[in-house]
């Protein structure tokens, strides 16, 4: 990327020059005498920093300063100033100025700070265009609050746009903090029971007594403390939706009420004799293998199949990685937004920190992370030092220690076993993550010994 300069003073010789200095460093060059030329430039073209003089004819540089600061507040301004104008310099910087220079001028010195200055330019550019990808994802998802770009997400989308004008009951799987309410949130709003209730129950949050009340409702006098009668979450959700979260959570005599709503769309309430009728859709969501609980006996397996009429699978963070500065990008918005932050971006090591780190959290733990970067922000980029240490040292396992002093072959070793655990024993996707074919690997792991998980 190449970038514009505009380089304002009234001194022919001092515009002249340091145009041809900063032309010698592969940046294209604007020319301009005084404040009101300068903005004529910056009105026609896209400048990306502005170098200017504080004493000009016409309009000052303070006065231009002030004019850019209000209509380009992203684009960096550097000031030129006599030694006995640094006073006027220092107040241009509480004006907004990124930084300024005392004449005669040393061009080492200036070069490196035009470099720092478009460096921040460079990632408010990545920032505003991570914004505008957000934008075009919301409008071709007709979700806006689903975020991503990966081939998995867009297939989480295509599922969820295809099941949403239909009855057909949905389990959402993926670990915790995926964001499986949002896609059941999507689901809801692309349906046709779209403007009928939405109830959500997190069924591991309340005890069996708890949670059977709170779905079917019960009479006055059911149990010590029911004074009233009270309606059901499903009685509440007729014609509309139920979100059922963490439904491996819940016991056995719940399950079977639930089985009989699927079956037959009627339930009594607690101490009820009257049978209800009710219509509701019906998306659970849950982080543990239901195949496997069934196995166990803790989860009825005809329940299962009537849940899992349509299965959507949110993949983790760490296998869709693609999506990190998307999502970072909104969170940034929103939270700066909240805390009324004028940051405009996050710097590269930050950004690879953010994605060499595993998120065993996922999402969640990233909008944490990110909140709690904004906040603790003091500039306008966010740096490493404002991220919380774990996702800066990636002590969650995303980076290898490798000793100074050992063998080739003893390197070799660690990193063949680190990624082998990483990928959890998956052969298939260590070969990928090193490049290297599945014969060559398992060629390496017997070589050096290496025990699989």
């Known amino acids: 990327m190449k970038f514009n300069v505009l380089i304002v003073d009234d001194e022919k010789n001092i515009r002249e020059g340091l145009g041809k200095a900063l032309e010698l460093e592969d940046y294209n060059v604007f020319l301009a005498a005084d404040g009101k030329e300068a903005l004529a430039v910056i009105n026609s073209e896209e400048i990306d920093l502005i170098i200017t003089d504080l004493k000009m004819p016409e309009m000052s540089g303070e006065e231009l300063l002030k004019k850019v600061a209000s209509a380009y507040p992203t684009v960096p301004v550097i000031i030129l100033t006599g030694h006995g104008t640094i006073e006027s310099a220092v107040n241009a910087m509480r004006d907004g100025a990124y930084d300024f220079i005392t004449k005669p001028l040393n061009l080492d010195r200036l070069s490196l700070m035009v470099k720092r200055a478009l460096q ?14 957000i934008d075009l994802i919301g409008e071709r998802n007709r979700y806006a609050r689903i975020i991503g770009k990966s081939s998995q997400m867009r297939r989480v989308m295509e599922v969820v746009e295809q099941v949403a004008a239909t009855k057909a009951s949905v389990l959402i799987t993926g670990e915790s903090g995926v964001g499986k309410e949002l896609i059941a949130d ?17 069924c591991a949050a309340l005890s069996e007594s708890l949670l059977e009340s709170e779905l079917f409702g019960h009479e006055k006098g059911a149990f010590t403390g029911a004074v009233a009668r009270k309606r059901g979450r499903f009685e509440l959700a007729h014609t509309g939706t139920i979100f059922l979260d963490e439904i491996g959570e819940i016991s056995q005599s719940v399950q079977i009420k639930i089985l009989r709503v699927l079956q037959e769309k009627r339930f009594e309430r607690v101490g009820g ?34 849940l899992n009429v349509v299965n959507i699978h949110v993949p983790p963070l760490r296998e869709r990685k693609e999506d990190i500065p998307l999502l970072a990008a ?4 929103e939270f700066a937004g909240e805390n009324g932050k004028s940051i ?6 930050a950004n690879l920190a953010l994605y060499n780190y595993s998120w065993p959290g996922n999402i969640r733990e ?21 991220l919380p240490p774990s996702v800066v040292t990636g002590e969650e396992g995303t980076y290898i220690k490798i000793d100074l002093g050992v063998s080739m072959e003893e390197a070799e070793r660690v990193i063949i076993e680190s990624t082998l655990n990483y990928c959890n024993g998956n052969k298939s996707r260590t070969a990928e ?7 060559t690997l398992h060629r390496k792991i017997s070589e050096y010994d290496i025990n699989e998980i």
């Open 120 to 133: 921040n330019r460079e990632l408010v550019l990545q920032h505003r265009a991570l914004q505008e990808e």
């Open 186 to 202: 999507a689901i809801h709003k692309l349906s046709p029971r779209k403007d009928k209730a939405h109830i959500k129950v997190h």
């Open 273 to 306: 004799e009257e049978t209800q009728e009710v219509d509701v859709r019906i998306i659970s969501a849950t982080n543990r293998d239901l195949k496997a609980e069934i196995e166990k006996g803790n989860f009825r397996e005809d329940l299962y199949y009537r």
């Open 330 to 333: 909104a969170f940034l918005k």
């Open 344 to 349: 405009e971006g996050i710097d590269h090591k």
């Open 366 to 386: 990233l909008r944490n992370s990110i909140e709690s970067a904004v906040v603790l922000c003091k500039g306008n980029i966010i740096t490493t030092e404002d």
């Open 433 to 439: 993550v090193l490049g290297i074919g599945r014969k």
